[in-house]
């Protein structure tokens, strides 16, 4: 067999089986994405320790004209940039913060018509930890 053709074998099957250990979802993976990560995107809370991310994450909530959702986030960033955005039913951004360094902070999104709004939490070649969660009043 090509030696050539034994080593890209050999490299799928080990970016398989660390993609695996790590806790990456396999089946979440997109085209053109890198996800080495483990933590969790449950509702309320994005939480992740990545070793690698280009891709996307989101959450979101249903929300009535009136209500607020104070979100928080944290960020260790060792590498790459991370953008966190909420969007509005319309997809429409409402809230956007594009972090090349480590930060912390929040705000609260007033509704202003009822719907689903979207967090989205969008990596290129981040590493590092995240920590977002929201809360609807």
Same mark, same amino acid.
């Given at each position: ?12 099957? !080990? ?5 695996? @250990?790590?806790?990456?979802? @396999? ?5 053109? &994405? ?19 991310? !280009?891709? /996307?994450?989101?959450?979101?909530? %249903? $929300? !009535?004209?009136? %209500? !607020? ?5 944290? /960020? ?15 997809? &429409? /951004? ?12 929040? $705000?609260?999104?007033?509704? @202003? ?25």
């Amino acid at each position: 067999m090509d030696p050539k053709r034994n080593l890209i074998i050999i490299l799928v099957i !080990t970016i398989f089986q660390a993609g695996l @250990l790590s806790g990456c979802n @396999l089946s979440k993976i997109k085209i053109g &994405e890198v996800r080495m990560m483990y933590g969790s995107n449950e509702e309320g809370r994005i939480a992740y320790n990545i070793r690698s991310f !280009t891709g /996307v994450e989101s959450g979101s909530v %249903q $929300a !009535t004209k009136g %209500q !607020t959702i104070p979100f928080s986030y944290r /960020v260790i960033l060792d590498q790459g940039s991370l953008l966190i955005e909420w969007q509005d039913p319309e997809g &429409e /951004v409402m809230w956007q913060e594009v972090l090349a360094e480590s930060g912390s902070g929040g $705000a609260e999104i007033s509704i @202003l018509f009822p719907g689903e709004y979207v967090i989205i939490v969008q990596g290129n070649g981040f590493s590092g930890n995240i920590d977002v969660s929201w809360d609807i009043k």
